[in-house]
Structures are given as C-alpha cells and as structure tokens.
C-alpha cells in the first residue's frame, strides 16, 4: 500500500496496538472502520485525569486541566499511530482518536 507502511489492517492494527501498549498504554483498543470508512484507523485509550477536575461544576464541555491532559494524550496516540503506519494527510491521516478520562 502506499498510504501506509502495513499491507493489510490487521497487521497495521497489530503494529499500532504493540507501539501503544509500548508507549504506556496498556488498554488501548485499536481497529478499522467499515463501508465507506474502511481505510480509518480508530483508536481508543483511557487516561486517569486530574484530581482537580471542575468538569460538570457549571461548565460546559471539559474544565481546562482535563483539556490539558486531552489534548497532551491525544497528539502523543496521534503521533505514535502517524509514526508507525506511515499515514499522512488531512484528518491526520484518517486516524480517529478518543481519549477517555478516567
């Protein structure tokens, strides 16, 4: 393939799982769209978040020291994901990141 170093999903899915797992996340779940979406890669981690959440407190949306460690965990799974597949372009490269907090 030419968008991406692996030449089937599973063993991109394989490749991405291991860095992951390597990189400290040991729940990460990671697989492939379907339809017209098949060539996504979707990727789920969770993450312990702040002791000094104020998400629900009358806010809307996270409290900054949850975006903080959001946006902190989301371009190191991104990056990972981007580094080892190889993937590039627009939605960084077709690649679904949820990050939960826990």
Known sequence: MTWRNQATHRAETAAVKAALVKAGYPNAKVGHGSGTAWGWLHLNVSVLGPKACT?????VGRCDACQEIWRTHYAKVTGIAL????????????INAQIELA
């Open 55 to 59: 998400c629900g407190q009358g806010r």
């Open 83 to 94: 580094a080892v597949t190889g993937r590039h372009g627009e939605y960084d490269g077709d």
